[in-house]
């Protein structure tokens, strides 16, 4: 017996103790009954209910014209017990009539119980749809800024590399790494295209940093964080128009970089 199946049958507790339950309903509760303390305890208590609803409906005696319709229906005089019997069966009848209300009450509220338990498992469908459409939300409007930035990405390469003040500047590894090697393509107007491979990994709490190198003082284009395998590739912002750069070169620096290069230098190259 699943725990949906015993609360179905609990849920038809009120019917069987008004003996609304019959045939294989009735046998199946019967069945589950012998074996579930609980609902042979939801009996016990409905049951009482049940035998004290004819009490708890107020006794009205019957009106005095009552008498003298009763009197001329049997066609005279009638013995104080004919009429005694009467009212008894008047007041009878108004208390059936009370029983019967409230067995309809107690049938419409185990209905109305059995339909909260369908709403609540509706609601529950219905909020974990709600969550997985979120979720699913979530999921494309992550996908769309990436979809976005990657578009950017390659608006931007696709810009430099056609502006007609596009120059290209090769880099080669310096003492620190010999192995290593980077290229540029930068234009004033569109930016900066870096990329490289081979750098030795980075020590802890370190960075590369990629300088423009000028006639005056080194200005910095930004910083690099190359994979595990020593590569990188990276976009930045071209130089103010101050500047004019006649090379680029890659230091080490530490972690956030610079104003001006205070480590070795990894790969440098001359703009032509």
Not at 26 to 49: I, M, Y
Not at 108 to 124: D, N, P, V
Not at 194 to 200: G, I
Request: hydrophobic letters at 45%; one cysteine or more; a neutral charge.
């Amino acid at each position: 017996m699943t725990g949906m199946d015993h609360d179905a049958l609990r849920e038809a507790a009120g019917l069987y103790v008004l003996g609304a339950l019959v045939g294989d309903e009735r046998q199946a509760f019967d069945a589950h009954l012998a074996t579930c303390a609980e609902c042979q305890a939801d009996v016990r208590a409905l049951g009482g209910v049940v035998r004290a609803l004819p009490y708890a409906v107020p006794q009205v005696d019957p009106p005095p014209a009552l008498r003298g319709r009763v009197l001329a229906a049997v066609g005279g005089e009638t013995s104080r017990a004919a009429v005694a019997g009467a009212a008894t069966r008047v007041r009878s009848s108004l208390a059936l009539g009370g029983w019967l209300s409230a067995a309809a009450l107690l049938v419409m509220s185990a209905g109305l119980g059995a339909y909260a338990y369908s709403l609540r498992e509706r609601m529950s469908g219905l909020e974990r749809q709600l969550r997985a459409a979120v979720e699913r939300l979530d999921r494309s409007e992550q996908e769309l800024v990436a979809a976005k930035g990657a578009a950017d990405r390659a608006q931007l390469r696709l810009a430099v590399l056609t502006a007609p003040d596009m120059k290209q500047v090769e880099l080669a590894g310096q003492a620190p790494a010999p192995r290593a090697a980077g290229r540029a393509f930068w234009s004033r107007a569109n930016g900066l295209l870096f990329t490289a491979n081979q750098l030795p990994p980075l020590p802890a709490g370190r960075t590369y940093q990629l300088w423009f190198l000028t006639p005056g003082a080194p200005v910095s284009a930004g910083v690099l964080k190359p994979d595990a395998n020593g590569r990188v590739t990276a976009a930045f912002d071209a130089p103010g128009d101050a500047v004019a750069p006649t090379g680029l070169a890659v230091s080490i620096e530490p972690e956030g970089g610079v104003l001006a290069p205070t480590g070795a230098i990894y790969l440098a190259g001359l703009s032509h």
